[in-house]
């Protein structure tokens, strides 16, 4: 009898790579599902960022005024002018414009806890739409004794 040859059957060779295709095709997916979720992740991260540098810019524009005021849709400080559209926030200073963006944006102010749509503010509530969620954003400003007095003539008219 002749010499017989070691070899995989016709059938085992077609069931392995159906097993690597299949294996292949999960890893693929796999790795396109982690690649989705990496992506989508680091957009948020960047969303918060944005958020947490309007905050920060925001805050020290407020603790760096004399006065923050608010005239309609639009806050004054010194030299610095906000103003609030629809869906940004422009922040004007001698050297330019920057703008914002914060879906459906409303600036509220308040002295001593009473509402002011124009006029001296010392706290300042942003509201806006971040990712489907409603966001408020809160800005205290700190007046001296000195800049109270300076600004008396305001504060009475009340």
Known sequence: M??????FTLMEVVLAMMLAAIVVGMAYTAFSLFGKLQGSYRQKNLRHADLQMVREVLQRDVERAGSVRLEGDRLLMD???YQAGG???LRQVAGGTDTLKLRTLR???????H???DGLADRLVLSFMQD???VQLRIDKQYTSEELFR????LWKR
């Open 87 to 89: 869906d940004f926030l």
């Open 115 to 117: 509402p002011v749509a």
């Open 79 to 81: 030299s610095l002018i």
């Open 151 to 154: 600004l008396k003539e305001e």
């Open 107 to 113: 600036i509220q102010g308040s002295f001593e806890e």
């Open 132 to 134: 489907s969620v409603a």
């Open 2 to 7: 002749g010499n017989k040859i070691k070899a």
